[in-house]
């Protein structure tokens, strides 16, 4: 099956800071979408993102279908930008489509 | 409000006790599945169901059974439950399959088997 990767698997940000998280798959996707996993558990729908670049506020999402990554940028950070960001991928397997999750981000924003 | 509605919340129980987590959508979606959540190994599908009455395995089925015989309620039932079936679980729902369709999350149920 298709495999997701995630990079960096922790990240430590001053408020304020910019970063880039890079979510890198191995083979073609119908299309890929980014959630963040605030600390109460809550899975949070950010982007539905199979191409192109999208943006909602300080966050924005680019995906190169081509060369198989996607990309989040988070803007001036905030502390209630801590948690966990995943990616997760749609690939056709033989059984249908398969939506499958990278094993996150996590996310630690400091004041 | 759009939503996916998912309980209890959290659950302590222990070895063997069956139980049931309800998951109801009503958004009118065709496709909904249940995932489960551990440490290091990201979300993992336990079944998923393409429409009433039409269910399959997704990778870790072990241990699970699931119903559809309305649309909006997907229940997940652990017939006897293990301690290795500790989890945080979710629901999801989306219009029709994943092809070009986002997923939209229930708020999750942490279960602990004691």
């Known amino acids: 099956g298709i495999q997701v990767e995630q990079s960096p698997p922790d990240l430590i940000l001053q408020e304020g800071a910019n970063s880039t998280l890079r979510c890198n798959f191995s083979d073609s996707v119908n299309n890929l979408q980014w959630f963040h996993q605030n600390p109460w558990g809550q899975l949070i729908n950010l982007f539905y993102i199979p191409s192109g670049t999208k943006q909602n506020g300080r966050l924005s999402a680019t995906t190169v279908a081509t060369e198989r990554y996607s990309l989040l940028y988070i803007s001036s950070s905030q502390t209630t930008d801590s948690g966990v960001y995943f990616c997760a991928v749609v690939a056709w397997e033989s059984s249908g489509d398969k939506l499958t999750f990278g094993t996150g981000t996590r996310l630690a924003v400091r004041p | 409000e759009a939503q996916v509605t998912q309980n209890p919340r959290y659950l302590i129980t222990v070895t063997g006790k069956k139980l049931t987590v309800t998951c109801s959508q009503n958004?009118?979606?065709?496709?909904m599945s249940w995932y489960r959540q551990d440490p290091g190994l990201g979300l993992r599908q336990i079944y998923y169901?393409?429409?009433?009455?039409?269910?399959d395995k997704g990778d870790v089925p072990e241990g699970y059974k699931v119903s559809r015989k309305e649309k909006r309620n997907f229940p997940l039932i652990l017939e006897s439950p293990s301690p290795n079936q500790t989890s945080l679980y979710f629901c999801a729902s989306s219009l029709q399959g994943f092809g070009n369709q986002p997923q939209h999350f229930g708020d999750g149920t942490r279960l602990s088997i004691l």
């Open positions: 958004m009118n979606h065709e496709y």
């Open positions: 169901s393409m429409n009433v009455e039409v269910t």
